[in-house]
């Protein structure tokens, strides 16, 4: 007698065997196989097909999921990060990412596959392993360079400089002052190191020394880094000669530079010395 195979898939194997015995089959064996579409543990399908004829007592067998076959990782090597992941994203499998420096290979690409052309379950992690850049490495100790010297040496390190200026009482005008971050300080691979220059130090207020002695002017003068240049009378005499002997018998009648004029550190103001009444 010919039965007709009943249409069992996508049921769990217990109830399809069930099935197919009330349809009067008799000898029924499991098989298994990988399916693209039909969950592990599920029913894709008999041999012969659902819809087919067969005679009671022959054999039938119930083909049971294996789930998705496993798949080949491709190799990925060289690639970026987001095409790699589009790659293995096509084959269906996810991506785990570790990233590791390189001194050659761009940021971001691809650098190392373990599992390239294995076998792996379908939908599994691939693991790849993508650059991180160079390493970090230590910054130049440029303090007290001229700013062309430390600039250079920071850029032979692999950095990015920008400047900025500064006043500065103890480093000369156009030398380093310091750097951030810190010479010897270690930063990331073309991190922008900022080097501070100096302009020299601040200028300074000319102050008042009309009516002082002239060894009083001179202490007043120092104290605001000045010093004194033209030592002359009223009529235009020098007493630059003799300085060391003036002493309090003078006082200033006149300076060359207005008080409260701004000038240089180190600058040397004219001054005339009349006798003290």
Known sequence: RRLRVPRVAGFEPVLARRMLVSAGFLRVSEI???SASVPFGRVVGTSPRAGRSAHALSALELIVSLGHAPVVVPDVVGFTLADAERALGRV???VAVRRAYSATAPVGSVIGEPQAATRVPWHAAAEL??????????????????????????RAAGFSVTTKQAYSTTVPQGDV????????????FGATVTVVVSLGPPDVAVPDVLGDTFPEAEAVLQGA??????LTTP????????????????????QGVAPGTLVP???????????NS
């Open 32 to 34: 298994h196989a990988y």
């Open 235 to 254: 009529l235009g005499l020098s007493l630059n000669a003799i300085a060391a002997y003036l002493g309090s018998t003078v006082s200033v009648v006149g």
């Open 129 to 154: 392993i993508v650059s991180a850049g160079p390493p970090p490495r230590p910054v130049p100790a440029v303090l007290g360079d001229s700013v062309a010297v430390a600039t250079s040496a920071l």
């Open 225 to 230: 880094k000045l010093t004194y240049g033209a």
């Open 92 to 94: 269906g499998l996810r």
């Open 265 to 275: 550190v180190g600058t040397a103001v004219n001054l005339v010395l009349a006798p």
């Open 177 to 188: 002052i310091s750097t951030t971050p810190p010479g010897s300080t270690v930063a990331p």
